[in-house]
């Protein structure tokens, strides 16, 4: 009698703690996928001021004629981007938006290490904004390989993915229909943390210093 007993305490003991461990979980994914940043932007994005974003203490309504205060897809592109506190890392097709290029050159100023991977012929196109950042002394490599660079992501601090179909050209947000997703899934994440890291280590940067114009 007494080991029958013995054997249903047990069994509604383990019973209970699986029980627990279910909750715990259960509370644990909820409470991450609650931290975890899983966003969608869709361009063209309306046209705004964004001054506010670089320089937020400053009064900007009275030299600048496009709305202000306008929650806009670029401007929380922007934020995201300004988010970086240790380190930026840029695999773009073709970059020539000067308010972009102005927040990784502010990024660059706070000492965020800043890495720039682009394609070869693109890199040298009227407007390109990379060798803008490379006189400020950002690190920049051109892909050496016969076919274009075409990716257009970037990682924010190793843990955040910006991706999605624009080009960070100033037709691309104001005039294309685009769309970017913005995840810290570290599933999502971590792949192409290694491939920005594969792709950067295959491209030599000497070879970067003569296929760039200023």
Not at 38 to 47: A, D, Q, Y
Not at 101 to 119: E, N, Y
Not at 186 to 199: I, N, S, T, Y
């Amino acid at each position: 009698m007494v080991a029958m007993w013995t054997v249903k305490v047990v069994s509604l003991g383990v019973v209970g703690l699986s029980l627990s461990l279910e909750l715990l979980f259960w509370l644990f994914s909820r409470r991450r996928s609650e931290r975890v940043t899983n966003k969608v932007l869709f361009f063209p994005s309306k046209v705004a001021c964004v001054e506010h974003i670089f320089s937020p203490t400053l009064p900007h309504s009275h030299v600048c004629s496009l709305p202000h205060g306008v929650d806009t897809s670029f401007s929380r592109l922007l934020r995201y981007i300004l988010s970086a506190c240790s380190s930026l890392d840029l695999c773009l097709f073709s970059f020539s938006n000067m308010d972009l290029s102005r927040a990784v050159l502010l990024l660059h100023s706070r000492g965020v290490t800043i890495r720039v991977l682009t394609d070869r012929v693109y890199s040298a196109i009227s407007g390109s904004q990379i060798g803008v950042l490379r006189k400020a002394g950002i690190c920049v490599r051109c892909d050496v390989s016969a076919v274009h660079m075409h990716h257009k992501f970037a990682v924010v601090d190793g843990r955040m993915l910006i991706t999605g179909s624009l080009n960070w050209t100033l037709t691309a947000v104001q005039s294309n229909m685009e769309n970017i997703i913005i995840t810290e899934e570290p599933d999502l994440v971590q792949p192409f943390v290694k491939e920005f890291c594969r792709l950067w280590g295959l491209n030599d940067s000497a070879q970067d210093l003569n296929s760039v114009t200023d």
